[in-house]
C-alpha cells in the first residue's frame, strides 16, 4: 500500500522497525538506519499505510488491528509526513493507540521486551538489579513491580534507621562514658550544694540565737529597770518627812531672815 521497508533491514528487526513506526510518531526507537517517516513512502506515490494486528487470545473476541497512514505533504518547500491511526477501522488519537498498547504492557524502552541490535551492547551493561527491573516490567504484572519498588523504598528507609539507631547508640555510649567521666565532679557538687543549704540553716539559727540572747538581756534590764523603780518608790516614800521638814525649815529661815532684816534697819537708823 505504498510503504516501502529498508533494504538493510529484514526479518525480526523490520517487524520491530514497522512496528514502531505504526505505533509512536517517531520513525523507529532509535535504530540509526532510519531517517524519517515519509522515507517510508514508496517512490512516486503521496500515501502509505502499515498495518499491525494483535492477536486477541480469546476465540469469542476479535483480533485488534492497528492502521497508520502515512501522508506525504509540501509545506514551506520541504516534504514533511502527515499521519491519522484506525483503531479496529475506526479513526483513532495517536493516545488512543497508545493506551491500547500500554494495556497490553509494552514498553518500548525495555531491553528485555524490545532490543534493537544497536543496543545490544547496552543491554549488555546493565547491572543484575536494573535486569531484574527491566524483567518484572516486561512481565505485565504491574503490582510486581510496585512492589519491588515499594520493597526498596522501605529497605531504604530500614537503612536509614538503622543508621540513625546506630547513631543513638553511638551517642548513648558516648553519653555514658561523659557521665562517668563526670560522676565526681557530680558528687562535689551535690556535696557543695548540701554544703550550701547547712550555711544557710546554720545562718539563720545564728540570728535566732542572736535574738534569743538579746530577747534575755531585755529581759534582765526590763527586770531591773522595774527593780530599781520600786526602789526609788520606797526611798521617794521614805524621804517625804525629811522633805516635809525642809520645807518647813526653809519656810522657818525665810521668816527668821525677813525679821532679821527688819531688825538690822531699825538699828541702823538709831
Known amino acids: 500500500m505504498g510503504c516501502g521497508g529498508d533494504p538493510a533491514v529484514t526479518g525480526r528487526s ?21 531517517l524519517a517517516s515519509v522515507d517510508y513512502i514508496r517512490y512516486g506515490s503521496q500515501t502509505a499505510s502499515i498495518v499491525i494486528e494483535f492477536y486477541s487470545g480469546d476465540v469469542n473476541e476479535e483480533n485488534i488491528i492497528i492502521e497508520r497512514q502515512l501522508r506525504s505533504v509540501q509545506k514551506n518547500g520541504k516534504t514533511e509526513c502527515q499521519s491519522s491511526w484506525k483503531l479496529n477501522g475506526r479513526t483513532a488519537q495517536r493516545k488512543d493507540v497508545l493506551d491500547f498498547i500500554t494495556s497490553l504492557h509494552v514498553e518500548i524502552n525495555n531491553l528485555c521486551q524490545v532490543l534493537p541490535q544497536e543496543r545490544v551492547v547496552e543491554f549488555s551493561k546493565l547491572s543484575p538489579k536494573e535486569l531484574l527491573v527491566s524483567t518484572e516490567k516486561s512481565i505485565g504484572d504491574s503490582n510486581l513491580y510496585s512492589n519491588h519498588m515499594r520493597l526498596i523504598t522501605l529497605s531504604n528507609e530500614a537503612a536509614d534507621l538503622a543508621v540513625k539507631i546506630k547513631n543513638c547508640h553511638g551517642f548513648i555510649m558516648k553519653f555514658n562514658n561523659h557521665k562517668t567521666t563526670i560522676e565526681p565532679d557530680m558528687k562535689l557538687l551535690k556535696q557543695r550544694k548540701k554544703f550550701e543549704r547547712e550555711i544557710g540553716w546554720l ?68
Open 203 to 270: 545562718e539563720k539559727k545564728k540570728i535566732y540565737l542572736q535574738f534569743q540572747a538579746k530577747h534575755e538581756q531585755y529581759e534582765e534590764i526590763r527586770k531591773t529597770f522595774y527593780q530599781k523603780k520600786k526602789e526609788f518608790e520606797t526611798a521617794t516614800n521614805r524621804l517625804k518627812p525629811v522633805k516635809k521638814r525642809i520645807e518647813n525649815c526653809i519656810a522657818l529661815s525665810g521668816k527668821l531672815h525677813s525679821k532679821f532684816l527688819c531688825f538690822y534697819a531699825v538699828a541702823y537708823i538709831y
Open 14 to 34: 523490520s517487524s520491530l522497525s514497522k512496528f514502531l513506526i505504526t505505533i509512536f510518531f517517531f520513525t523507529s526507537f532509535s535504530l540509526t538506519f532510519y
